[in-house]
C-alpha cells in the first residue's frame, strides 16, 4: 500500500489533544477475469488517531478498508467526507459500508474496460 495523500485534524477535548490523519492509500488487487489474473488499481482509505497529553501518546487507534474502488476521485470524495465531519477510525467501516457496496460494481467496470481494449 502507497499513501498518494494525507489529511491532518487537530482537535483538543480537556487536557488531551487528538490528531487525526486521514489517508488515500493505493494498491494493486488481483482479479479474475476469463481465467485470467488482471492488476487492477485501486484506492481505499485509512484514519488513525492518536491521543496525546502533555505531548505524549497514550492511545493510538486504526483502521482502513484497502480497495473501495479503482475510481481515485470517488474514493477521495469519501476521504474529504470523512475529513470534514472528523470521523474516528472506530466508525470508519460503519460510515463506509454502504458505498463500499456501491462502489464495488467499478472493479467489474474496469474490468470490462480492460478487457474490451
Known amino acids: 500500500m502507497l499513501v498518494v495523500e494525507n489529511l491532518v485534524m ?58 473501495i474502488s479503482p475510481q481515485r476521485y470517488k474514493v477521495h470524495k469519501l476521504l474529504k467526507l470523512l ?3 472528523t470521523v474516528s477510525p472506530v466508525h470508519l467501516v460503519d460510515i463506509l459500508g454502504d458505498y463500499i457496496d456501491e462502489y464495488i460494481i467499478d472493479f467489474d467496470k474496469e474490468l470490462m474496460d480492460i478487457a474490451t481494449n
Open 83 to 85: 475529513y470534514n465531519n
Open 10 to 67: 487537530n482537535t483538543k477535548e480537556g487536557d488531551k489533544e487528538c490528531n487525526y490523519y486521514y489517508r488515500l492509500l493505493k494498491d494493486e488487487v488481483t482479479l479474475n477475469y476469463g481465467g485470467e489474473s488482471i492488476e487492477v488499481q485501486a484506492y481505499g482509505i485509512e484514519i488513525e488517531r492518536q491521543d496525546r497529553i502533555d505531548g505524549n501518546i497514550i492511545n493510538i487507534e486504526r483502521d482502513y478498508v484497502k480497495c
